[in-house]
């Protein structure tokens, strides 16, 4: 996808279509609202509109990805091992899908 094209797709859908296009991902409406993604029983995260993503990853990950700066504790659930990543525009893009793309990886191997 080129930039001009993704630019004029909203970020919710830039992110949807890549994320749910990765072979095995299911894409369901989130119990709280959103767009959820899933991988069999498991969910590999969920984003808010263009606004918001969450995504769950172990303790020690998670804590990796804070570290870094590539997202917050989560909005809700701070202690959890979740995270989440505002996005404050299409520049944003790139970072959620990656860390989408950071957990599929991780249950990909595990099957």
């Given at each position: 996808m080129t930039e001009q094209t993704t630019r004029q797709m909203s970020i919710h859908d830039t992110i949807r279509d890549t994320v749910g296009g990765w072979a095995g991902v299911e894409v369901l409406v989130h119990s709280r609202g959103g767009t959820e993604f899933r991988m069999g029983k498991v969910e590999i995260g969920h984003i808010h509109g263009d606004r918001?993503?969450?995504l769950p990853f172990?303790?020690?990950i998670?804590?990796?990805?804070?570290?870094?700066g590539r997202a917050l504790p989560h909005h809700v659930l701070p202690d959890s091992?979740?995270?989440?990543?505002p996005i404050s525009g299409h520049d944003d893009v790139d970072?959620?899908?990656a860390l989408f793309r950071m957990n599929y990886e991780r249950y990909v191997?595990?099957?």
């Open positions: 918001l993503a969450d172990p303790k020690k998670r804590n990796e990805i804070i570290e870094a091992g979740w995270v989440s990543k970072d959620v899908i191997k595990r099957v």
